[in-house]
């Protein structure tokens, strides 16, 4: 682990002007807030932030950034708050340590739910400020060198396929080579063990049978240079495992039959220089037909630049060769942190990268995980054409992309209006496959609209997302407006019409949150017409279970009396099966059973009440309600046809009062039990023609 003054040496080495307090206080405070902390390893926690630091420090990132490696599992990991960080720190490292702890606190219940998160909350941190983008990465690469200490084989498996699948694509995108081949073999080793220790052992064969062939060619290289007066450093190595093993899975080949899995590299002074080394290798050496790529010209969208080729060797051995400058070689290794390293009188660059606001885009459409990291993968993997607009605006596309992923690529809106494309001034269909270099013009008009056949031929990321979420917002009104009209049918055919609040209520009822959404349930299917009409008008659906209530034939059954002694349900508050009783004692020595939220027991001292209980199989009673209802010819049928469907019976009704708009009527009815009164209550103030309904 390194030391404090360690550290500072290393950052003051290539940054004098560095804010040392600031590295220092860093160090100090994240030492003491991990204290005794341990990792998986038996290591002190605390030294997994400072090699984070340490790998930052090799590529000459600013103090900021370097301090906010030390800090950035703080604030996730002890008792530090954000306030502390930003108070000690200043506000740039803390909104840092911010975006890189926001990863972390994700609780989704699936894998892809969880991935999903994770990529979606560090896509946002890191359009915000790509640093946070490079902290992570330096992060994860840490945790990937440490994998081998975690004692749960799914656990490092998870850990391996969430690199592999975002953080090693991610450093490939902002062009860090080397984190990214040092990621995909570290995760392929754990994903694939068996092919890993394969092609590992069998490499190490290749290279005990043909001794210092590396070593030779390099040479033979370096040496036809110089004789041509130009001064290159030339290297060679062996290819990556995971890199040798994918070639092997997509030409389905075994490694025997792969010929280029040596590559070189000629580092020169001068961009001139490059295409003059190309054209004297070329010379020497027959190129293999299609492997030229000219990277200097039309750089990669993560803005790598470099010449690559692959000649044929002697013995009939293929070769790769890449030139490029030194400046072409320092963003090549390091890419986009290359802008952030230290350099005197810089200009620091924007810190959001167009590609990174595309998925963000992709991000905002995604409508489930898995579609999310569909898209972002397509967005993040794929080799890469350039197409030009009219104007000579240059867009990389990936490789088989057609004119409806340029229109998107240009501008969402000139995608959803695409009907046609011009291809180098011919016209084409829209699912035509563009090549490299292709200039395309889109024609356009304002009355189409996406198509869902376009996902058909449609295959970047970002055209896909914006395809499907209008599809999915058509498809979504289309099924309410079927909803709707289903719902108005169902309506039509309840008992009686209801009331303007009806539908209000079924909402509450059903738990749904807004009448669109209950629209949609039932069209889809997801909601059954009994039960929308149920919730509705509580009781408009006959249950077949529910039989009439039988004539009685023996005294309701009550608890806590002594038996033989007399009872009468009280008339003040008409107590029914399910309400809370209490009884109390008449002069004559009967019980009076109320209802113990009646009124007439408040004034009557609670000594003197005996607590009732329903006998188990207590049903019907005579329940009083209050119904105010529109003054309108044919509202006491709907309360009668109401109460009816209820199954319930009507023992009395009597006017209370009239006018000009409503009138109230007293109702006694049979019931049940307080259940099915509740149920009738409901069921009448569904009714369009009841202004109310209450229990007296």
């Given at each position: 682990m390194l030391r404090q003054y360690e550290l500072v040496e290393r950052v003051k080495a290539y940054d004098p002007d560095a804010n040392e307090a600031l590295l220092n206080r860093a160090y100090v405070f994240s030492m003491h807030a991990h204290g005794s902390q341990k990792r998986a390893s038996g290591d002190p926690y605390f030294s997994h932030p400072i090699e984070v630091a340490g790998i930052l420090t090799d590529l000459h990132l600013d103090d900021e950034t370097i301090a906010t490696a030390i800090l950035h599992d703080t604030v996730e990991d002890t008792v530090a708050t954000h306030?502390?960080?930003?108070?000690?720190?200043?506000?740039?490292?803390?909104?840092?340590?911010?975006?890189?702890?926001?990863?972390?606190?994700?609780?989704?219940?699936?894998?892809?739910?969880?991935?999903?998160?994770?990529?979606r909350k560090f896509l946002l941190a890191m359009s915000d400020d790509i640093r946070v983008l490079l902290v992570k990465l330096a992060d994860r690469?840490?945790?990937?060198?440490?994998l081998h200490h975690i004692s749960k084989p799914e656990k490092r498996k998870r850990i391996a396929r969430e690199t592999m699948d975002i953080y090693a694509p991610l450093a490939e995108r902002i062009g860090m080579y080397e984190f990214m081949n040092e990621m995909q073999t570290l995760a392929f080793r754990e994903i694939e063990p068996e092919a890993y220790e394969s092609i590992t052992r069998r490499l190490e064969q290749l290279e005990e049978g043909g001794g210092d062939r590396v070593a030779k060619i390099g040479g033979d290289l370096k040496a036809m240079l110089d004789r041509h007066g130009?001064?290159?450093?030339?290297?060679?190595?062996?290819?990556?495992?995971?890199?040798?093993?994918?070639?092997?899975?997509?030409?389905?080949?075994?490694?025997?039959?792969?010929?280029?899995?040596?590559?070189?590299?000629?580092?020169?002074?001068?961009?001139?220089?490059?295409?003059?080394?190309?054209?004297?290798?070329?010379?020497r050496w027959p190129m293999v037909p299609g492997r030229f790529?000219?990277?200097?010209?039309?750089?990669?969208?993560?803005?790598?630049?470099?010449?690559?080729?692959?000649?044929?060797?002697?013995?009939?051995?293929?070769?790769?060769?890449?030139?490029?400058?030194?400046?072409?070689?320092?963003?090549?290794?390091?890419?986009?942190?290359?802008?952030?390293?230290?350099?005197?009188?810089?200009?620091?660059?924007?810190?959001?990268?167009?590609?990174?606001?595309?998925?963000?885009?992709?991000?905002?459409?995604?409508?489930?995980?898995?579609?999310?990291?569909?898209?972002?993968?397509?967005?993040?993997?794929?080799?890469?054409?350039?197409?030009?607009?009219p104007k000579g605006e240059l867009h990389q596309l990936p490789k088989g992309a057609t004119p409806i992923d340029f229109a998107y690529a240009v501008h969402t809106d000139l995608g959803d209006q695409a009907v046609g494309a011009k291809v180098n001034g011919g016209v084409v269909p829209l699912r035509t496959e563009l090549k490299n270099g292709d200039q395309v013009q889109i024609l356009r008009s304002k009355a189409q609209r996406p198509q869902a056949n376009w996902l058909n031929f449609a295959i970047t990321g970002k055209a896909r997302a914006a395809i499907r979420r209008y599809i999915r917002h058509r498809e979504r009104e289309e099924t309410v407006a079927l909803g709707t009209k289903l719902y108005h049918e169902l309506v039509a055919r309840l008992p009686v019409p209801a009331g303007s609040d009806a539908l209000g209520e079924a909402l509450k009822r059903l738990k749904i949150a807004d009448e669109a959404t209950l629209f949609e349930g039932l069209a889809r299917?997801?909601?059954?017409?009994?039960?929308?009409?149920?919730?509705?008008?509580?009781?408009?659906?006959?249950?077949?279970?529910?039989?009439?209530?039988?004539?009685?034939r023996a005294p309701i059954e009550i608890k806590g009396l002594t038996a033989g002694v007399g009872y009468d349900l009280a008339a003040c508050c008409h107590p029914v099966p399910g309400d809370r009783i209490i009884g109390v004692r008449s002069d004559d020595g009967r019980f009076e059973v109320h209802d113990i939220a009646c009124r007439t027991v408040d004034a009557i001292d609670p000594h003197h009440w005996i607590d009732l209980t329903w006998g188990d199989n207590a049903e019907g009673a005579t329940a009083r309600i209050a119904v105010t209802l529109k003054n309108e010819p044919g509202a006491l049928g709907v309360i009668a046809t109401v109460i009816g469907g209820h199954r319930a019976n009507i023992l009395g009704l009597r006017l209370d009062n009239r006018d000009t708009t409503f009138h109230t009527n007293t109702i006694d009815v049979e019931v049940r039990d307080a259940a099915h009164l509740m149920k009738l209550l409901a069921g009448l103030r569904a009714a369009d023609a009841v202004n109310a309904a209450e229990r007296v």
């Open positions: 306030e502390e960080i930003r108070a000690k720190f200043g506000v740039n490292v803390a909104r840092l340590v911010e975006g890189v702890t926001k990863l972390s606190k994700i609780e989704a219940q699936t894998e892809n739910e969880r991935a999903a998160e994770n990529l690469l840490h945790n990937m060198r440490t130009i001064a290159a450093d030339v290297s060679g190595r062996r290819k990556h495992p995971y890199s040798i093993w994918r070639k092997m899975s997509e030409r389905h080949v075994s490694l025997e039959q792969l010929s280029d899995i040596v590559a070189f590299r000629a580092i020169v002074d001068s961009e001139e220089e490059c295409y003059r080394a190309l054209g004297i290798i070329h010379r790529k000219d990277y200097i010209s039309t750089p990669k969208r993560n803005g790598y630049r470099s010449l690559h080729t692959a000649v044929i060797h002697a013995e009939n051995m293929r070769i790769e060769v890449q030139i490029r400058t030194r400046e072409m070689h320092a963003q090549a290794e390091f890419g986009l942190a290359a802008h952030w390293a230290y350099k005197q009188d810089a200009v620091r660059p924007d810190t959001q990268v167009r590609w990174i606001r595309d998925l963000v885009e992709i991000l905002d459409n995604a409508e489930s995980p898995e579609e999310l990291l569909e898209h972002t993968r397509m967005a993040m993997y794929a080799d890469r054409i350039f197409a030009f607009t299917g997801k909601l059954t017409e009994e039960a929308v009409m149920e919730a509705v008008m509580p009781g408009a659906v006959a249950d077949p279970k529910i039989e009439p209530i039988p004539a009685q």
